[in-house]
C-alpha cells in the first residue's frame, strides 16, 4: 500500500508577518519559511503507518517554485521514501492544487492521501476534501486519532462540539489536525542523506491542468489595530475598571 | 485606556526630553552600558530601543561566555563580565541562567597546542585560570567524546553559558533599580548635534537632549551612524547552531546526577557543541557564511531568523557526529540562523567615535553575551572618568580607517566570521580584500620577493624570499621558514645597509600660531627648539599612561611634522583633533597619503648616499635627530636623521609621486654597498635589540611613561600637559612595573611572542611586552614590565614559552650597541 | 441571482452559526432558501420557515442524515445547485468539512471564511491567522463560500414566511459509517457565541487548576476557554481551544488567564471588545493586545478576582 502525503511551504509560524506596504500581499522575501505545521503531522502519520508495516511507501509531493524541494527534503529526512515536485507555480488556489494531486494519485494509485487540515498561510482548510470529492473516496478531515483496519479507516475528528467517529472505506483522504501526533525530528544523518532520495519534477501544464487563479486578490491590509491598554496595579482597580470605565462587567 | 504609556510593573513612564547619556540599542551590550553608567553613579542615563529588549541578535545567540582570547585587553574584557555576571543574581534578584559546566577547546595539532600555550601565558598575566587536559582526562569530563586525533586541550573551569535574554532582563532591573530608564517601542530617528556640542537624539516619540551618546545598535550599526555621519566598520554575518531533541545518554547522566559536561569545542574543525534541555546545540563556523544585513534590517524587523543551510554546515555536521557520536542519533529540533556583528578582525569596537565630541561606539560584537559585561564597564569608566583603566586599543574603533567600505567590510567580515576557530599565529596575515592600500613601490618589492602582510590596510613587506626560496608565509609560534631570512635581512642590515618602506607612517602637519603651545601641552618632551631638529614625544591620556608615540620635526615657529606607527593614523590624528583649540589658531593637515617614506639603515648609508645626494651626510652637518630638504637622484625629499632599527641611517619623507624613482635611484647606487630590503619582521628583531618599544606593548595606557623607560622624554617640570598632574599623582603613589630588557636562556625554537608570564620561584611578577631573537647580538631576547624590586640588571627571573619555563635574566637595555655610537656615527 | 444557505442543525434546533450565515447571506440577496438536510427534522424545518429573509426551506428527511456525513450531504447541494449564484454554509467544521466537495465537483473555487462583503463577488478574508486582510474577487460564475459566524449579525428567528419543499435524494453506497460523537455538555453559553469567556492557559499547570476558572465563570456568566496549549497539557478538552485552528470567539469580553499570547492563540480571541490579561510575565505577548492587563500571580489574582466579583454584586445573566 503507498501512502501519498501532501506538504506545503509556508513562512514560519514563529514568524511576525509584515503586509507590504502597497497592500499587494505579505512580505515572504527572506522570511524564514518552513513545512506547514500540520503537514509535519501528515508526514509523521503516514510513516507509522509504514512503520506499522501496513504501507510500503511514503510519497510526498509539494506544489510550487524550486524552493519548494526544501520542503519534501524535510520530509524525505524524516523518513518519507521519494519525493514529488510539481514546479513552477507559484501561489496556487486549492482547487489547483486538488486537480493536481489527483493526477498524482492516478499516478501513484496510493489508498491513503494525506494532508495538513490547512495550511496556515491561507488558512482555506479546502484541500483534501476537494481532492477526495475529486477522487471519489471519502474523507476524515481534522482527525486527531487514524486507526486502520483491513479495509477501513476509524477517524477520530474534532469537530466544534467535540469529537466525533467515523468509519471510511478505503480509499480514504484524510486532513491532519495538530493534535494527531507529535512529529519526529529528523536526525542530521538522515537530513544529509536525504540529498540522496530521488524527487520526480513535473510541470501542471504536463500534468494537463490549468492552474490559472479564479479568485483576485484585490488587496492585503492589516487588521484595525486596537488601541494600546493599560496596566492595572491590582484586582481591585481591574474590577473596578471592568465595572465603571468599559462596562463590561 | 488611549495613552502612549510605557509599562513597568503598571506604574506609568513619560519619556524624558533631557538626559545625560541616550543609549541607543537595547541588546545585552546597550543593557549592559546602561547598567555600568547607573553604577557609576549617573542615573540620569536612559536607553532608547525600537523594538523590544533582546530582539535583535541578543535572543538568539547561543550565550556561551568563552573565557578564551588571545587579546589582552578583550581578555580582560571577558574575564570581568564572567565574575560579574554571577554576582547579578543576588543584586537584582533575576536568576541570569548562569551555567557554570566549563569550556573545553580540543587540540588535533601542535600547532594548535602551541596557541594554546601561548594562551595560557596570557591567561596567566591577567588572572584566568586555565588548565591543560590529556585526552583521558578529556573523556573523564566529556564520557560521550571520541578522543580518537586528539592531543590534548585546555579547560577553563569558570566558564560555561548563560540565558541571553534573563541577562539582559537582570541587567535592565539593575539599571532600572538605579534610576536609569529604558524606552521600548521607541526608534531613533535622527540624531542631531547642537551648536554647544551637547546631542539631541531625535525619536518617533519625541526628542531626548543630552551629552552623550552611545551606539549599541547591534546590526543596525551602520545605520546609527550615518545618523551623525560615521562609516562605521560594522556588517553582521549569518551565524547557524542547530538544536537537537533529548538524548538518552544524557538524561541518563542528569538522572544520575551527573555534571553536565561543559562546553566543548573542537577549533581544529571549527565548531563549539554544549548541552540544552537533555540534548545538543552544535555551532559551527564554517567558510562561505554569507555578510547580511548589508544596508541594515528592515524597519519592522525584530526577533528575525534567516532561512537555514544545513548544506553548508555539512562538513562541520559529520565532523561533529564523528567527534560526539551520539550528535548523530537525535532529530533536529530546531535550526537558528541570525545576524552576528563582525568587524574586520573580529573583535568588537568600543571606544570613543572618530571626530565627534562625546559620542561613543559599543558595536561589532561577535561575542557580544560576553563581551557585554566588560565593553560596558570599560566605556562607563571612559565616559564618566574620562579615560578607561585597561588598555583598550584591541578594541578601540579608530584602529580602522577610511579604507574599511561598505565592500570591503562585507569580504573582510565574512573572513573574520570564517577564521573564528583558525589557529590565530602571532604572524597571520588574512587574505580578504588584499592588496588594497599599496605605496607606489609595491610592485619593485614584490620583484625582489617580498612577502606582504597588512597594516591599516597598507601592505607592507613582511620578509623577503631570495631567489629560488618560494614567496609563501610560514605561520608559527615558533621559529619557522622564514626565521633564516629575516635573519640574513638583519645580518645585512648591520653589515652594509638595509632599505625598508614604512610609508604607512601615519604623517601630518600642525602648524598656526598657537601651534607650538598646543603641541607642548599635548606632549610629554620638550619640544624640538631648532628648526630642523627632530624630537621623540608622547601622548599621555588624561590619567598619565601612554597613548601615542610622535616624532616631531619643527619645520619653523608655527609649523611641525608629526609621524607616528601607521596602525594608530585614526587614533593618533583623533586625539590631535579632539584637544587643538576651536578658535582656529592651530591647522590640522593630514599627510598620510601624499608622503611616502623609506628607510635606509646600516653602516654604508653614508657612502651610499652620497653618491645619490647632493647634500652633506656628514656628523657634523647631519647630526642624529635632525632634518633637512635633500634631494635623493632628481628627487626632492625631507632626510631625518633617525631610525627604528638602531643603525646609521635616515629617513626619507618624500612627496609620495617620486617614490618609485628615489627606490631606484637607491637599489641602483646600492649595488656596489650590497643594498637590500628588509621587512617588518626584520625590523621587530632589530629594534628589539635597541629595546626600542611600541605603543600596544611596551607603552599603553596601563602604564605610565616611567615605567616604559621613557623617562628622558618626559619633562614633569616644563609647564602643564595632558596627564601631567595625573601622573605626578601617579608617581606618589608608587610605580607598579618597571621595563625590563631580558635574555632568555635556552631558547631552541621558540622565541617570547610577548605576553609571556614572568616568575620569580612561583609567583608571576611581570609579563613579556614583546621578544624576538637578535641576530646582530646573537641572543635570544625579550621586553618585559616586572614589578619594580625585580628589575635590577643582573637578576634571574623566568618565562613561560609555550609552556616551557626558560631562565632569563636582566640586562641593561639596548644589547646592541648600548652607547648608540652607531646611531651617533 | 439567488442564495441558498446550507443550515447546521442538530435535527431540532438551528444552530446561531446558520443564524449569522443567513444573516451574512441577506447583504447578498433579500430572498433566502436555506437547505435543510438532517432527521426527523420537520419541526425545525417549520421554525426556520419564520426566520427573518428565507423564502424557502428545502427539506431533505432520512434517517442516513441524522449525522451530517460529507459524502452523502454534498451531492444533494450539487444537485440544487443549478439554481442558486450563491450557496453559503457557516465556517463551522460542518460548513468546512462539507463545501469543498461541493465546490471541488462544480469546479469553483471557494471562498473560506469570509468575515465582510463588500459585493456579490468580492469578500474580505483573514489569512496569517488574521493577521492580514485579502479582499478577494471571485471570478467564478457560481458563489461557493463559507462565512465566520461571529462577523455577521444573526437573523431574527421572526419576520419570515419562507415555504417549505420537501426533496428526496438518493444517496449512493454508504462508504462511510458514522460510528459516535463525543460532546462535552455543559450549562454554560457556548463558547463560541457567550458575551463573556474566560480562558485560561498553560499557566493554570494542571487540570484541577483548570476549573479554579468555573467560579469566575458562573459569576459572569461567561463560557470557558483554553489556550492550544492548556489542551494538549490536557486539561480540557479540544472544544475549549480558542485560536487560529481553534474556535474565533468575539465576546464583549474576554479574559485570557495565564495565557502569553502566542499569535496563533490571539487568531481565536482579538477581535473581542475588551480584553483582559492577567500573566506574571510582564513581557507576554498578550498584553500587547490587552486593554487591561494585570501583572500577577493568577493563583492569587483569581480568588481576588472571584472575592471582587461577590463584591461588586454583579450577577448578570
Known amino acids: 500500500m503507498k501512502i501519498l502525503v501532501a506538504v506545503k511551504r509556508v513562512i514560519d509560524y514563529n514568524v511576525q508577518i509584515r503586509v507590504k506596504s502597497d497592500s499587494t500581499g505579505v512580505e515572504t522575501e527572506n522570511v524564514k519559511m518552513s513545512m506547514n505545521p500540520p ?67 492516478e499516478k501513484e494509485k496510493p489508498q491513503i492521501v494525506l494532508l495538513g487540515k ?41 469537530i466544534d462540539e467535540g469529537l466525533e467517529k467515523v468509519k471510511l472505506s478505503f480509499p480514504i483522504v484524510a486532513t491532519c489536525d495538530l493534535r494527531l501526533n507529535e512529529p519526529r525530528y529528523a536526525s542530521l ?31 492585503v491590509t492589516e487588521p484595525p489595530k486596537r488601541e494600546k491598554g493599560i496596566m492595572v496595579a491590582n484586582v481591585a482597580e481591574l474590577v473596578h475598571k471592568l465595572k465603571h470605565e468599559a462596562k463590561a462587567i | 485606556m488611549i495613552r502612549e ?52 541578535s541578543t535572543w538568539h545567540a547561543a550565550g556561551l561566555l568563552p573565557l578564551f582570547n588571545m587579546s589582552y585587553s578583550v581578555g580582560q574584557l571577558h574575564k570581568y563580565a564572567v565574575d560579574f555576571y554571577k554576582t547579578l543574581e543576588e543584586e537584582t534578584g533575576q536568576n541570569v541562567g548562569f551555567s557554570v559546566v566549563s569550556n573545553i577547546r580540543l587540540a588535533t595539532t601542535q600547532d594548535r597546542m602551541d596557541e594554546y600555550r601561548q594562551y595560557a601565558g596570557v591567561a596567566k598575566t591577567i588572572g ?36 541571553p535574554a534573563d541577562l539582559t532582563q537582570a541587567l535592565a532591573k539593575g539599571a532600572r533599580d538605579k534610576g536609569a530608564e529604558i524606552y521600548r ?61 533529548p538524548h538518552p545518554e544524557i538524561q541518563k547522566r542528569k538522572e544520575q546526577g551527573l555534571p553536565e559536561m561543559g562546553v566543548l569545542r573542537d577549533s581544529d574543525s571549527s565548531w563549539y557543541m554544549r548541552e540544552e534541555a537533555g540534548g545538543l546545540i552544535l555551532g559551527p563556523y564554517e567558510k562561505d557564511a554569507p555578510a547580511c544585513y548589508i544596508d541594515g534590517p528592515s524597519k519592522d524587523s525584530e526577533f528575525e531568523l534567516f532561512q537555514e543551510d544545513l548544506d553548508r554546515l555539512e562538513s562541520h555536521i559529520e565532523s561533529a557526529i564523528q567527534r560526539v557520536p551520539i550528535f548523530g542519533e537525535v532529530g533536529v529540533k530546531k535550526t537558528y540562523n541570525g545576524a552576528i556583528c563582525y568587524t574586520p578582525d573580529g573583535s568588537p569596537i568600543v571606544g570613543p567615535a572618530w571626530g565627534l565630541k562625546n559620542f561613543w561606539i559599543n558595536e561589532g560584537h561577535s561575542f557580544g553575551i560576553t563581551a557585554a559585561g566588560g565593553a560596558g564597564w570599560q566605556l562607563g569608566e571612559w565616559i564618566v572618568d574620562g579615560e578607561p583603566t585597561i588598555d583598550m586599543m584591541g578594541v578601540d574603533p579608530r584602529r580602522f580607517g577610511d579604507y574599511a567600505t561598505k565592500s570591503f567590510l562585507i569580504k573582510k567580515n565574512e573572513e573574520a566570521y570564517a577564521n573564528v576557530f583558525t589557529i590565530h599565529y602571532p604572524d597571520e596575515e588574512r587574505e580578504a580584500g588584499r592588496p588594497l592600500r599599496q605605496a ?7 620583484e625582489h620577493g617580498a612577502v606582504f602582510g597588512q597594516k591599516f590596510g597598507w601592505e607592507r613587506a613582511n620578509w623577503f624570499a631570495p631567489k629560488g626560496v618560494e614567496r609563501i608565509d610560514d605561520w608559527s609560534f615558533r621559529r619557522s621558514k622564514w626565521f633564516e631570512h629575516v635573519g640574513n635581512e638583519c645580518k645585512n642590515v648591520q653589515a652594509n645597509v638595509g632599505l625598508l618602506d614604512m610609508t604607512a607612517f601615519a604623517k601630518c602637519r600642525i602648524s598656526g600660531p598657537g601651534a607650538e603651545s598646543f603641541l607642548d601641552n599635548l606632549v610629554a618632551n620638550k619640544l624640538p627648539k631648532k628648526n630642523g631638529r627632530v624630537n621623540l614625544c608622547h601622548a599621555l591620556n588624561k590619567n598619565g599612561g601612554v597613548l601615542s608615540e610622535y616624532t616631531v620635526a619643527k619645520e619653523s615657529n608655527d609649523s611641525y611634522y608629526i609621524v607616528s606607527a601607521g596602525a594608530f593614523q585614526r587614533l593618533d590624528h583623533d586625539w590631535i583633533k579632539q584637544w587643538m583649540p576651536k578658535d582656529r589658531s592651530v591647522t590640522f593637515e593630514n599627510l598620510t597619503n601624499s608622503i611616502g617614506v623609506l628607510v635606509l639603515a646600516g653602516p654604508k648609508a653614508r657612502d651610499l648616499m652620497s653618491k645619490v645626494s647632493s647634500a652633506d651626510f656628514s656628523n657634523e652637518k647631519f647630526p642624529w635627530l635632525s632634518s633637512q630638504k635633500i634631494d635623493v637622484g632628481l628627487a626632492p625629499s625631507i632626510a631625518m636623521r633617525m631610525n627604528f632599527v638602531g643603525e646609521l641611517g635616515w629617513e626619507f619623507h618624500h612627496p609620495i609621486e617620486y617614490q618609485n624613482h628615489i627606490f631606484d635611484t637607491l637599489m641602483e647606487a646600492g649595488k656596489e654597498f650590497n643594498l637590500k630590503p628588509f621587512g617588518i619582521r626584520a625590523m621587530d628583531s632589530l629594534r628589539i635589540e635597541k629595546t626600542y618599544k611600541l605603543v600596544g606593548t611596551e607603552m599603553s595606557i596601563e602604564y605610565s611613561p616611567f615605567e616604559s623607560g621613557l623617562d628622558r622624554f618626559v619633562h614633569l617640570n616644563k609647564g602643564n600637559f595632558i596627564g601631567r598632574d595625573a601622573l605626578v599623582k601617579w608617581q606618589q603613589k608608587g610605580f607598579q612595573n618597571k621595563l625590563v630588557t631580558l635574555e632568555v636562556k635556552d631558547v631552541k625554537d621558540a622565541d617570547a611572542l610577548g605576553n609571556n608570564p614572568i616568575y620569580k620561584g612561583d609567583k608571576v611578577v611581570g609579563r613579556a611586552t614583546g621578544g624576538n631573537y637578535g641576530f646582530r647580538v646573537q641572543k635570544s631576547l625579550a621586553i618585559g614590565m616586572v614589578h619594580p624590586e ?10 613561560d614559552i609555550l609552556g616551557t619555563l626558560h631562565d632569563v635574566e636582566v640586562i641593561k637595555a639596548s644589547p646592541y650597541d648600548p652607547d648608540n655610537n652607531l646611531i651617533r656615527a | 441571482m439567488s442564495v441558498l444557505v446550507l443550515a447546521e442543525h442538530d435535527n431540532t434546533e438551528i444552530k446561531s452559526s446558520s443564524l449569522n450565515t443567513i444573516g451574512a447571506a441577506s447583504q447578498i440577496d433579500q430572498d433566502i432558501d436555506v437547505l435543510l438536510i438532517g432527521s426527523s427534522c420537520e419541526d425545525l424545518a417549520n421554525k426556520i420557515v419564520n426566520i427573518q429573509n428565507v423564502k424557502k426551506v428545502i427539506v431533505v428527511d432520512g434517517p442516513q442524515y441524522q449525522n451530517p456525513i460529507a459524502e452523502n450531504i454534498a451531492p444533494i447541494i450539487i444537485s440544487l445547485s443549478d439554481n442558486y449564484s450563491h450557496i453559503l454554509a457557516p465556517a463551522t467544521t460542518f460548513g468546512k468539512n462539507i463545501m469543498p466537495r461541493v465546490a471541488a465537483i462544480l469546479d469553483i473555487a471557494q471562498i473560506s471564511d469570509i468575515i465582510k462583503i463588500e459585493s456579490k463577488d468580492t469578500f474580505v478574508r483573514p489569512i496569517y491567522a488574521g493577521n492580514a486582510l485579502a479582499t478577494v474577487q471571485s471570478t467564478d460564475e457560481k458563489k461557493i463560500i463559507t462565512v465566520r459566524p461571529t462577523s455577521f449579525e444573526q437573523a431574527l428567528t421572526e419576520g419570515g414566511s419562507g415555504e417549505i419543499e420537501k426533496i428526496t435524494f438518493d444517496t449512493e453506497k454508504n462508504i462511510v459509517e458514522f460510528i459516535g460523537r463525543e460532546e462535552s455538555k455543559s450549562d454554560r453559553p457556548e463558547l463560541g457565541t457567550a458575551r463573556v469567556v474566560i480562558s485560561g492557559g498553560r499557566g493554570l499547570q494542571s487540570a484541577e487548576n483548570f476549573s479554579m476558572l468555573n467560579e469566575i465563570a458562573d459569576k459572569l456568566n461567561a463560557a470557558i476557554g483554553a489556550s492550544r496549549a492548556a489542551v494538549d497539557a490536557g486539561y480540557v478538552g479540544n472544544d475549549y481551544q480558542v485560536g487560529q485552528t481553534g474556535k474565533v470567539v468575539v465576546p464583549d469580553l474576554y479574559i485570557a488567564v495565564g495565557i502569553s499570547g502566542a499569535i496563533q492563540h490571539l487568531a481565536g480571541m482579538k477581535e473581542s471588545k475588551i480584553i483582559v490579561a492577567i500573566n506574571k510575565d510582564e513581557e507576554a505577548p498578550i498584553f500587547n493586545v490587552a486593554d487591561y492587563g494585570l501583572c500577577a500571580d493568577l493563583f492569587e489574582a483569581l480568588p481576588q478576582f472571584s472575592a471582587e466579583l461577590d463584591k461588586l454584586n454583579t450577577i448578570q445573566k
Open chain 1, 39 to 105: 503537514d509535519e503531522n501528515a508526514v509523521e502519520e503516514a510513516l507509522r503507518i509504514k512503520e506499522s508495516g501496513v504501507a510500503e511507501e511514503v510519497i510526498a509531493v509539494s506544489i510550487g517554485e524550486d524552493k519548494a524541494k526544501e520542503t519534501i527534503r524535510t520530509a524525505l529526512a524524516m523518513g518519507v521514501d521519494r519525493g514529488i515536485h510539481v514546479k513552477g507555480v507559484h501561489d496556487v488556489e486549492p482547487l489547483a492544487v486538488a486537480k493536481i494531486l489527483q493526477k498524482i494519485v
Open chain 1, 118 to 158: 490547512q495550511a496556515i498561510d491561507d488558512d482555506s482548510n479546502q484541500t483534501g476534501q476537494m481532492l477526495s470529492a475529486l477522487l471519489g473516496w471519502t474523507q476524515g478531515t481534522f482527525a486527531s486519532k487514524i486507526e486502520l483496519e483491513a479495509s477501513a479507516a476509524i477517524i477520530t475528528r474534532e
Open chain 1, 189 to 219: 544523518p538522515n537530513i544529509m542523506k536525504a540529498k540522496k532520495k530521488p524527487i520526480d519534477d513535473y510541470t501542471s501544464d504536463e500534468l494537463g491542468i490549468d492552474v490559472s487563479p479564479r479568485i483576485k486578490q484585490l488587496k
Open chain 2, 5 to 56: 504609556v510605557q509599562k513597568f510593573f503598571g506604574i506609568l513612564i513619560f519619556m524624558k526630553s533631557k538626559a545625560k547619556v541616550v543609549v541607543v540599542g537595547g541588546g545585552v551590550v546597550g543593557v549592559s552600558t546602561l547598567y555600568h553608567l547607573a553604577k557609576k553613579g549617573w542615573s540620569d542615563v536612559v536607553l532608547v530601543e525600537r523594538k523590544e529588549l533582546t530582539s535583535g
Open chain 2, 128 to 163: 584566568v585560570e586555565v588548565k591543560f587536559l590529556t585526552p583521558v582526562q578529556i573523556k573523564d569530563i566529556w564520557p560521550l567524546c571520541n578522543i580518537d586525533g586528539l592531543i590534548g586541550a585546555i579547560q577553563h573551569p569558570a566558564d560555561g553559558y548563560i540565558q
Open chain 2, 185 to 245: 517601542n521607541t526608534n531613533v530617528i535622527g540624531i542631531k548635534k547642537n551648536n554647544d556640542e551637547t546631542w539631541t537624539v531625535e525619536t518617533d516619540k519625541g526628542e531626548i537632549a543630552c551629552e552623550h551618546v552611545v551606539s549599541c545598535s547591534g546590526n543596525f550599526a551602520r545605520q546609527t551612524g550615518k545618523m551623525v555621519g560615521l562609516d562605521v566598520p560594522v556588517i553582521p554575518v549569518e551565524h547557524q547552531y542547530i538544536v537537537t531533541e
Open chain 2, 440 to 446: 607606489p613601490c609595491y610592485d619593485r618589492l614584490k
Open chain 2, 790 to 799: 625585580y628589575a635590577t640588571v643582573g637578576s634571574i627571573l623566568s618565562m
